[in-house]
């Protein structure tokens, strides 16, 4: 027999074998369900905790996921709006650009247009002064043109002759003796020779002769019968030159007055007579000035050809150099005078070929000037190349 204690009022009780085993059975089956149930809740309660920590660190990645991905969104939308901003950023420079090189373009533009303009009036200014400057000229020629016809209507031949002596006498000792203080300038005298021309110039450097021109004056009066020709007076001109040592010989004319090439300026006709011009009265000056000039540039080389001579040295070479220079000169000279006459001719002819005269007048500028620079490269060192007599004589002296 066992002894029981009931739960419920505390009071013992006795069971038999057979009860015993079962009501233990009963008791060791309870306890086990519910060990079982508690165990189970147990682990269902653990499972669960280990979802959710499962599940909290899932959604703790997803959420670092979905923050990586919303930054880096974040950042793609910076950097569109940086891009568009830069786009936008240079778009505008651009359009400045442009601006800036079209406002360049425009100010160069009226730069260029205010430059042609002050151009054009530049231009048109030297044209007007140019016509004036020529249209003086021509007045001037035409007053000296009609001034010569009338006082030819007015005089005997004689008388005409005798007055375009007179004339250019006035003319040198009126307005040009202050030029040339050392010149002579007188009427020819001697004709001793059998002939005489009208006057003689003459200048002088340190007591020598450096330039002698023989003038010959020739007029007539248009009712005279029998009409003369510049080329009737070149031979006896040229004797005369001779006769009288000149180097030059100028006809000064009003024969022949209807004649384009002499009505056109200086003509030179050494290509018939050596060194011999024909001019009208109005280039008396100018001729006398360009032989001076001329002339002055061979002082030095005349200068040592006198001592040359002075020494008793074989001056062959020298003087054949000396004339070789002059006659380029004289060619140089010739040219222009051509071109002068060329000028003056154009004047005559009209004032629309205005371009024409100073292309003429430029270039009788150019041809004095390479004479001029021919005369001044003329040294001792090239006269005397291929002498030796001058070259030892030269030394001697300078040693």
């Known amino acids: 027999m066992h002894e029981l204690i009931c739960p419920n009022c505390g009071k013992p009780f006795r069971v038999d074998e057979a009860d015993y085993a079962s009501i233990l059975n009963q008791v060791k089956g309870a306890e086990f369900d519910a060990e079982v149930t508690r165990r189970i809740a147990e682990l269902h309660k653990q499972h669960e905790a280990e979802e959710q920590a499962r599940a909290a660190v899932a959604e703790k990645q997803h959420q670092s996921e979905l923050f990586q991905k919303q930054k880096e969104l974040s950042d793609k939308d910076l950097e569109i709006a940086r891009l568009k901003a830069r786009i936008t950023s240079d778009e505008d420079r651009k359009k400045l650009e442009i601006a800036q090189a079209l406002s360049a373009k425009d100010q160069e533009i009226a730069l260029l247009k205010t430059a042609s303009e002050l151009e054009r009036s530049k231009a048109r200014l030297e044209e007007k002064s140019i016509r004036e400057d020529y249209e003086n000229k021509l007045r001037v020629a035409q007053e000296q043109v009609d001034y010569y016809k009338d006082l030819k209507t007015?005089?005997?031949?004689?008388?005409?002759?005798?007055?375009?002596?007179?004339h250019c006498s006035t003319i040198f000792n009126g307005e040009m003796r202050p030029m040339f203080p050392n010149a002579y300038f007188e009427k020819d005298n001697d004709a001793s020779g059998g002939s005489k021309g009208d006057f003689i110039f003459r200048d002088f450097e340190d007591g020598m002769e450096y330039v002698s021109i023989m003038f010959?004056?020739?007029n007539e009066m248009d009712e005279t019968a029998t009409k003369h020709k510049n080329e009737d007076f070149f031979k006896k001109l040229d004797?005369?030159?001779t006769a009288k040592g000149c180097e030059y010989a100028v006809l000064v004319s009003l024969l022949e007055p209807d004649?384009?090439?002499y009505n056109g300026g200086i003509v030179d006709v050494s290509w018939k007579y050596p060194k011999m011009y024909v001019i009208r009265p109005q280039f008396f000056k100018?001729?006398?000035t360009l032989l001076v000039n001329a002339a002055k540039n061979t002082i030095g080389v005349k200068k040592e050809l006198a001592l040359a001579r002075q020494q008793s040295i074989d001056v062959t070479n020298f003087e054949n150099q000396l004339l070789d220079f002059k006659e380029k000169f004289s060619n140089n000279y010739r040219l222009a005078s051509e071109k002068f006459?060329?000028?003056i001719e154009e004047i005559d002819k009209s004032i629309d070929h205005l371009q024409?005269?100073?292309e003429a007048l430029l270039g009788s500028e150019r041809n004095l000037r390479l004479a001029n620079d021919k005369a001044d490269s003329l040294t001792i060192k090239k006269l005397t190349r291929g002498n030796p007599t001058m070259q030892a004589k030269f030394e001697e002296v300078n040693g």
Do not use: C, H, N, P
């Open 356 to 358: 024409k005269i100073k």
């Open 154 to 166: 007015r005089m005997s031949t004689k008388m005409v002759g005798e007055t375009l002596e007179a």
């Open 216 to 218: 010959e004056m020739k």
């Open 259 to 261: 004649s384009e090439l």
């Open 341 to 343: 006459g060329k000028a």
């Open 286 to 288: 100018s001729m006398i």
């Open 239 to 241: 004797a005369d030159r």
